[in-house]
């Protein structure tokens, strides 16, 4: 028992006791010539390498990071199966390779073994012997390396060279040993600190940047300078070593050597270009270098870009603390974006953000050196949050919106991962940035809103000040952020980083109480008389699974006060104090808790009649313009306009309509109320209907899930619809998005007024339908194919005996499959092809309404279009020939033809004239042509032909255009089938057709 007990003790010890930090000592001596023609960068490499570590060396490991941008590489391989076809397709000269050879590691030849072949980005070698704790080995070799065409953190172009992650570089060696990692698209970099003592031979003119100082030679700024005012500020002594004047002589005619050197950087790179353009600058005791294009003297000269990069030196000053080394480069790169490197950007553009981004990551990554494809998370999460923060200091504070929505909804649908997964093991490439860049900024506001700002920003500059130039990950800063903050802060870090979990807190029971000025004894000092307020108790409800301090508000008549539960039980009661008379209670005002149902975060307070007539809190009324529904974060939007439209039964039927959203997701409902005022018809029929839609309740929320409920009295037709659907793919951007449904169907018919005998049999309608469908994309193909089954029963007042037709079969099937693929032939033309079989049947045909009709869609999928569903409304008139697509697709066919079975082929040639993506009225205009072509499968004669319809056939040309008003996009598609096989079944015919006429149909939808 004893023996035990002293075990555990000498286990808790060892599990308390900081562990040592160490990091590995190196030192590189590169010399290397660029042959431009070739686009190889050759040379030898000495690296003096020390372990610091306390365990014995076997191996040592290089990256040969320019191998992946080839054919074969691992990351070739990541890219096509996300379907972007680059590296793979490289031919030589334009993929990229790094080469290493004559590789002698203390003072012996050894063999390179190349652990993740056919990937070569990783070469492994056995050590001579042991490198016990403490001692050096020296590695020289020769290398050539040369970029791809294609840009990707590196790249060439002509003359000009982005050289990144170019020399065999040493891979980290820490407490979990070699991190030998192939580079894939998703995951960057991981580094030693070291020394670089790099010589180059380029040629005479070229215009240079790179990580660390000139200490001999010309990199072409003075010649480059476009400011002779600042004249280039080389510090050739910042590091006080002394480099022969010889170092930098004896070039080749047309060339010259130029000699770097940096400290403490974990990466060196540089840029080549003979236009560059020159601009200097200093920040406090930092050169500010920037090199720019022909071209860009209005983005990027001028100044512009130098002050840019003040402004961003100066924020990170004082966000974090003095920059570590003596120069900042910021480079207009041959590739869009931007990518860091110590004491250098790469950057696409000009742009302030970029700039502050890139910049703030040679603080989150160059000097806070995290592994950055283990904890993406603690470099582009960390300066994607002081970029947000930076332009919030500037008043722009959408930024945190934005993203905290953005990731809430893939919370809710399921597709978010956390931030704390090796890069590779994310599902996709948009997963890995969506879970590192937004998530992991997330994860640094929700710590700000916790700790404050005054605390944050002290936990930052301690964790600078005591991590620079080391190695960091979460266990550090995690340290630092408890220690600073004096807060256990290990729930939030596990919920942020290791989960996805979503969160979600209710007003619960409310009480308050009247306090009356009154004196209060005290037995230790006088009397203290106690001011007249009032007291709020507020129950916090914590709902779901996530924990986080939530404030809660009262708003009162003249006073607001607010302060925090804990937010980590079930049920926490706060007490609050206002001045004068409560009036609201909410919770998270700030929208700072990702609190994902915000509907339940208000409480109106008052009596019964203030509770029931009072407007609802958290309501945001508005006048809805028909064309934009207004969607909100924090509350409930409810929209309302008036409507109108006509049919040959009510004529004029006005109404007013609501719709509700919140989130663009959840409580989408309509309600509709209408009256037919008789006015302009001979039926004159006066009515009053009613429509009551409930979509996507938040009560009922499950992640990638519709539902819908319907009730509804409408134009002589009464009912209802539930359906439920799920939609689901495995990657964000790409691959299949399948989809099933199933829904229930009561349409009932009570006034037969409103009704076209030509849609509609006598009886009532129970359906019960199941679908299925899926999306995909297979090279420059768009496929879609989806298929319903199922069946109902045809009923009347007489029960089954449905007296619609004497030989109806109450019981009836009804299912189709359809499928549909398009692609582009070129720039312009593109081509589109649907294949279709339905069928509505019992022993007979099944009911007219549940037919399969020739020309596009049935009644029930026109049920709820008010233009559509009525005896002369606006779209189906006699003048006004109207598709509206589905069925058989025969666009030039009379709509109210129909029959027991159908199959069908579309195929469409579409030629754009004239695309303008920003534009509203016409962004896209294109003509077409189609045809359509379909067979009868059994069925009765048609009210419009004495036989049964068979072959039925049209082909023509088409006009389509493509708009957008408010935030609706919608196609308006004119079609003219000349040709009609069946010129007597043509919606657009005269007594003497023939078959080849002119016809023309209209619609607001694609064909298919």
């Known amino acids: 028992m004893i023996v035990a007990a002293l075990f555990l003790i000498q286990q808790t010890a060892a599990v308390a006791a900081p562990n040592r930090y160490w990091q590995q000592e190196v030192a590189y001596e590169i010399q290397a010539r660029l042959d431009e023609r070739s686009g190889v960068l050759s040379g030898t490499q000495r690296i003096r390498y020390t372990n610091q570590s306390p365990d014995t060396l076997t191996s040592f490991s290089l990256h040969l990071y320019l191998n992946a941008f080839r054919p074969g590489s691992r990351w070739a391989a990541a890219d096509s199966a996300e379907g972007r076809r680059r590296f793979n397709d490289l031919k030589d000269p334009h993929f990229a390779f790094n080469h290493v050879r004559e590789v002698r590691i203390m003072d012996s030849p050894v063999r390179a073994i190349y652990p993740f072949a056919p990937d070569s980005t990783i070469v492994r070698f056995v050590l001579p012997r042991p490198l016990a704790p403490g001692e050096s080995l020296t590695a020289e070799m020769a290398w050539d390396a040369r970029p791809s065409t294609l840009p990707r953190r590196q790249g060439r172009q002509g003359r000009r060279f982005d050289f990144a992650q170019w020399y065999p570089k040493v891979v980290v060696y820490d407490r979990l040993g070699w991190q030998e990692h192939p580079l894939y698209p998703a995951g960057e970099f991981y580094g030693e600190f070291a020394s670089f003592q790099v010589d180059l031979d380029i040629a005479q ?19 480059a300078n476009r400011n002779q005012s600042h004249p280039p500020e080389y510090q050739r002594t910042h590091y006080g070593t002394s480099t022969p004047a010889s170092a930098c002589e004896g070039a080749a005619a047309g060339r ?33 270098h920037v090199l720019y294009q022909p071209g860009d003297e209005e983005t990027w000269g001028s100044g512009i870009a130098v002050e840019r990069t003040q402004a961003a030196l100066n924020w990170l000053h004082g966000l974090f603390g003095p920059f570590a080394w003596p120069q900042i480069t910021n480079l207009h790169r041959i590739e869009g974006g931007g990518t860091e490197f110590p004491m250098m950007m790469m950057n696409g553009s000009a742009d302030q953000g970029l700039i502050v981004h890139e910049l703030g990551h040679n603080y989150t990554m160059g000097i806070l050196a995290n592994n950055e494809w283990r904890e993406g998370w603690l470099d582009e999460g960390f300066t994607s949050f002081q970029t947000t923060w930076f332009w919030e200091v500037l008043g722009r504070s959408e930024a945190y919106e934005n993203t905290e929505a953005g990731i809430l909804e893939l919370d809710l649908e399921d597709y978010s991962e956390p931030p704390s997964l090796v890069a590779e093991a994310y599902r996709d490439f948009n997963s890995y940035n969506t879970a590192i860049y937004s998530r992991g900024e997330l994860f640094f506001h929700q710590l700000r809103y916790i700790v404050g700002d005054v605390t944050m920003h002290r936990i930052l500059r301690t964790f600078y000040d005591r991590w620079k130039l080391k190695h960091v990950d979460e266990a550090t800063f995690r340290s630092v952020a408890e220690e600073v903050s004096r807060r256990d802060l290990s729930t939030f870090f596990a919920q942020w980083l290791h989960s996805t979990m979503l969160y979600d807190y209710e007003v619960g029971k409310v009480k308050t109480e009247r306090i009356e000025r009154r004196e209060r004894a005290d037995s230790t000092v006088r009397a203290v008389e106690l001011p007249t307020g009032w007291v709020t108790r507020v129950e916090v409800v914590r ?10 508000a009262v708003v009162a008549e003249r006073d607001t006060t607010m302060v925090r539960a804990r937010g980590m039980a079930e049920r926490e009661w706060v007490t609050l104090r206002t001045r004068s008379k409560p009036k609201q209670v909410v919770l998270d005002p700030r929208t700072r808790t990702h609190d994902w149902n ?3 975060n208000r409480r109106r307070l008052g009596g019964l009649l203030t509770r029931i007539f009072g407007s609802k809190p958290g309501i945001e009324s508005y006048f809805h313009p028909y064309f934009s529904t207004r969607s909100r974060r924090d509350r409930l939007t409810a929209g309302l306009h008036p409507t109108v439209w006509y ?3 009510g004529g004029v039927t006005v109404g007013v309509r609501s719709l509700t959203d919140y989130m663009g997701r959840y409580e989408q409902n309509q309600s509709l109320l209408t009256v037919s005022t008789g006015w302009g018809v001979d039926d004159g029929v006066e009515d009053t209907d009613f429509f009551i839609r409930r979509r996507n309740p938040v009560e009922l929320r499950g992640p990638n899930q519709v539902q819908v409920f319907d009730i509804y009295n409408i134009e002589g037709r009464y009912g209802a619809h539930a359906s439920f659907e799920r939609s689901r793919r495995a990657h964000l951007t790409f691959g299949p998005l399948w989809a099933h449904r199933a829904s229930l169907q009561w349409v009932a018919v009570d006034d037969f007024r409103y009704l076209d005998r030509g849609y509609y049999d006598d009886v009532d309608i129970v359906e019960l339908r199941l679908g299925s469908g899926v999306a995909t994309e297979a090279g420059k193909w768009q496929l879609k194919l989806r298929s319903s089954l199922g069946g109902g029963l045809a009923y009347n007042r007489d029960g089954l005996a449905a007296s619609g037709r004497p030989e109806l079969d109450p019981f009836y099937f009804r299912g189709f499959l359809e499928g549909s693929a398009r692609r582009q032939l070129g720039r312009l033309l593109g081509m589109g092809a649907r294949a279709y079989i339905g069928a509505g049947f019992g022993s007979n045909d099944a009911t007219k309404q549940r037919q399969i009709y020739f020309q596009g869609s049935d009644p029930f999928e026109q049920l709820y279009n008010p233009f559509l569903r009525s005896r002369g409304a606006l779209l ?8 509206s697509q589905g069925g058989a697709g025969v666009r030039g066919a009379d709509p109210r033809l129909s029959t027991a079975a159908i199959v069908a082929l579309n195929l469409e040639l579409e030629r754009t004239i004239l695309t303008q993506p920003d534009a509203h009225l016409f962004q896209r205009v294109a003509l077409a042509a189609f045809t359509d072509v379909s067979h009868g499968i059994g069925g009765t004669a048609q009210l419009l032909t004495s036989g049964r319809v068979r072959l039925l056939a049209d082909a023509g040309v088409g006009f389509r255009a493509e708009h957008r ?35 023309w149909t209209f619609s607001f939808e694609p064909a298919f």
């Open 205 to 223: 003119d070229q215009v240079m940047g790179a990580t660390g100082v000139p200490v001999c030679g010309d990199p072409g700024w003075e010649r």
């Open 256 to 288: 010259k050597k130029i000699r770097w050197h940096a400290e403490d950087v974990h990466h060196f790179a540089f840029s080549l270009n003979p236009d560059y353009r020159y601009e200097g600058g200093r920040f406090g005791d930092v050169a500010i």
């Open 543 to 552: 709902k779901a699974e996530g924990r986080i301090p939530v404030e809660v």
């Open 598 to 600: 915000m509907l339940n």
């Open 647 to 649: 049919n040959q039964a």
């Open 876 to 883: 189906v008139g006699d003048d006004f020939h109207y598709h």
């Open 965 to 999: 008003i408010g935030d609706t996009r919608f196609s308006t598609r004119f079609d003219f089938p000349l040709y009609v096989s069946r010129p007597e079944l043509a919606q657009d015919r005269g007594v003497d057709d023939e078959k080849l006429e002119f016809r």
